[in-house]
């Protein structure tokens, strides 16, 4: 009796044991910290006045063929949560593009040049421009995702969260994020914070929402939730492809 009430024992303590998460190892903590994410807004096909805000296919195609010519694979925020929690391994000089506020232009200037060098990129949309003049319609999201591209949540009308004490979640993520699974037929799990401002109350409604992945800026990751405080870079309209590289290496270290 002693002996089978302890094999039972040691039985159930060994299911517990096998359900405690294990920690996640420091390298990939640092991983996080050196992968380099992209940001863009406006594409614009003629020439314009460069800046974080806005660039031209020219300079973007050049920032592109520069990457591309110097190693680096597009992946997307599932192949950063799944390398995070299961160690599956992510390419050397692995990076994501990213692009905010649900331009036309994100369809009919950026995407068509990802895929010609041979990337996928993450488009967030802010979904009070949905199916608006110069902005992406319905139609366009689900072929961007059908393309292998990568569709997030960027609020509804772009509030600063950080700033706001009172933001209504239902409106500003839960409604978005049901519509863009309603459009693409897919759970939306990636987001990124309006003017990259998050505090410790939009990482809990993040995560009561099923998100996954959120971007900021340039700000310090927060360690207990590296995945819902990834860094990201915008990048200015005029830095040629070796700039774009040299602040790259600079920023994720």
């Not at 910290?33 to 020219?58: E, F, G």
């Not at 488009?123 to 110069?134: A, D, E, P, Q």
């Not at 799990?189 to 109350?201: I, L």
Request: contains cysteine; positive net charge; glycine residues 6%.
């Amino acid at each position: 009796m002693l002996t089978l009430r302890f094999c039972i024992l040691f039985i159930l303590g060994s299911a517990v044991a096998g359900s405690i998460a294990q920690p996640i190892p420091a390298e990939r903590l640092q991983r996080l910290r050196q992968l380099p994410v992209l940001c863009y807004h406006n594409i614009r096909q003629d020439a314009v006045t460069a800046n974080q805000l806005y660039i031209s296919t020219l300079q973007l195609k050049r920032q592109l063929q520069t990457l591309r010519d110097s190693g680096f694979q597009s992946v997307l925020p599932d192949q950063v949560h799944a390398f995070y929690y299961e160690g599956t391994p992510l390419p050397s000089k692995a990076f994501l593009i990213t692009f905010d506020d649900a331009h036309l232009q994100h369809a009919t200037l950026a995407a068509p040049l990802l895929e010609r060098y041979g990337f996928r990129g993450v488009f967030f949309i802010m979904s009070v421009t949905l199916n608006k003049k110069g902005f992406l319609n319905e139609q366009q999201i689900k072929e961007l995702h059908q393309r292998g591209h990568t569709i997030g949540a960027h609020t509804w009308d772009h509030p600063n969260l950080a700033k706001s004490s009172s933001v209504n979640w239902n409106l500003q993520l839960t409604k978005p994020k049901q519509q863009l699974e309603r459009i693409t037929g897919k759970p939306v799990t990636s987001f990124a914070y309006p003017y990259g401002a998050w505090n410790r109350a939009s990482l809990q409604e993040l995560n009561r929402r099923g998100i996954h992945t959120a971007f900021q800026l340039t700000n310090a990751m927060d360690s207990a939730h590296p995945l819902l405080t990834l860094r990201r870079l915008m990048i200015h309209g005029n830095w040629s492809g070796p700039v774009l590289l040299t602040r790259l290496q600079s920023v994720f270290q």
